[in-house]
């Protein structure tokens, strides 16, 4: 598992400090949990879980399920025994599909593109929330400035995903307990937070102006390292 590799253990591990929420993702194993017993299952989900626990001091108590063909009910009902709540998603950003930052190709547009028939569907603003990965092979990271604005223009709210949901608890206390708690950044504590700033876009050009006079620049090197950290955490979360 990536986790045990101490880059990624590091990641979780800063994202976290730095006041994002984190969730599970969560994969049987070949995607077929009809050759597994129930308590293969759940030694495997609870491992899991501990994973991160040993990295954030609690167990994450949402978890998304990769995506199956067919629905995978016992696995959903194992994760709901073993208290673990399933969230899913209603805006992918299809940045597995575009590439550019910006533009009729790019994340930025399926942003817009979705607020905007959101609007004219049922005449108001819905809530979403998306998915998007931090992968190199994606589109996700060289759009981070321009989905943020595009938020902001479009009168959204980035929320984390207790904020959404108005859970003081978005915790478990621990892999394989089914108590929930806070942590010091969960909502209704002072250490949460929420919102975006619009990211001035005059000054990402001018950074890669500078970039394109070195040799090889990729779309990455030319991304304030802040805005790394909008990336990573699993799924953005946005209201009214």
């Given at each position: 598992?990536?986790?045990?590799?101490?880059?990624?253990?590091?990641?979780?591990?800063?994202?976290?400090?730095?006041?994002?929420?984190?969730?599970?993702?969560?994969?049987?194993?070949?995607?077929?949990?009809?050759?597994?017993?129930?308590?293969?299952?759940?030694?495997d989900i609870i491992a899991h879980a501990r994973m991160i626990e040993t990295l954030i001091k609690v167990s994450p108590k949402y978890v998304r399920l990769h995506y199956t063909k067919?629905?995978?009910?016992?696995?959903?009902?194992?994760?709901?025994?073993?208290?673990?709540?399933?969230?899913?998603?209603?805006?992918?950003?299809?940045?597995?599909?575009?590439?550019?930052?910006?533009?009729?190709?790019?994340?930025?547009?399926?942003?817009?593109?979705?607020?905007?028939?959101?609007?004219?569907?049922?005449?108001?603003?819905?809530?979403?929330?998306?998915?998007?990965?931090?992968?190199?092979?994606?589109?996700?990271?060289?759009?981070?400035?321009?989905?943020?604005?595009?938020?902001?223009?479009?009168?959204?709210?980035?929320?984390?995903?207790?904020?959404?949901?108005?859970?003081?608890?978005?915790?478990?206390?621990?892999?394989?307990?089914?108590?929930?708690?806070?942590?010091?950044?969960?909502?209704?504590?002072?250490?949460?937070?929420?919102?975006?700033?619009?990211?001035?876009?005059?000054?990402?050009?001018?950074?890669?102006d500078e970039q394109g006079k070195s040799a090889s620049p990729n779309a990455s090197s030319v991304i304030p390292k802040w805005l790394y950290l909008l990336l990573v955490p699993w799924?953005?979360?946005?209201?009214?």
């Amino acid at each position: 598992m990536l986790l045990y590799t101490q880059q990624y253990a590091m990641v979780v591990q800063n994202i976290y400090n730095a006041g994002h929420f984190i969730g599970m993702a969560y994969r049987v194993k070949n995607d077929d949990s009809s050759a597994l017993t129930e308590d293969e299952i759940r030694k495997d989900i609870i491992a899991h879980a501990r994973m991160i626990e040993t990295l954030i001091k609690v167990s994450p108590k949402y978890v998304r399920l990769h995506y199956t063909k067919n629905e995978d009910t016992r696995t959903e009902n194992i994760l709901k025994d073993l208290g673990f709540q399933i969230v899913g998603y209603n805006l992918d950003s299809k940045d597995y599909q575009f590439r550019d930052p910006t533009g009729e190709a790019s994340v930025e547009h399926v942003y817009r593109s979705t607020f905007r028939n959101q609007k004219e569907t049922y005449d108001a603003k819905g809530s979403f929330i998306s998915i998007q990965y931090d992968i190199p092979d994606t589109g996700s990271l060289a759009a981070v400035p321009y989905i943020i604005n595009a938020i902001n223009e479009e009168g959204y709210t980035m929320v984390r995903l207790d904020g959404c949901l108005n859970d003081p608890q978005p915790y478990k206390k621990s892999a394989d307990s089914t108590s929930y708690v806070s942590d010091r950044f969960s909502y209704n504590t002072t250490g949460y937070h929420q919102g975006q700033k619009a990211v001035p876009l005059d000054e990402l050009k001018t950074q890669a102006d500078e970039q394109g006079k070195s040799a090889s620049p990729n779309a990455s090197s030319v991304i304030p390292k802040w805005l790394y950290l909008l990336l990573v955490p699993w799924i953005t979360v946005i209201t009214i």
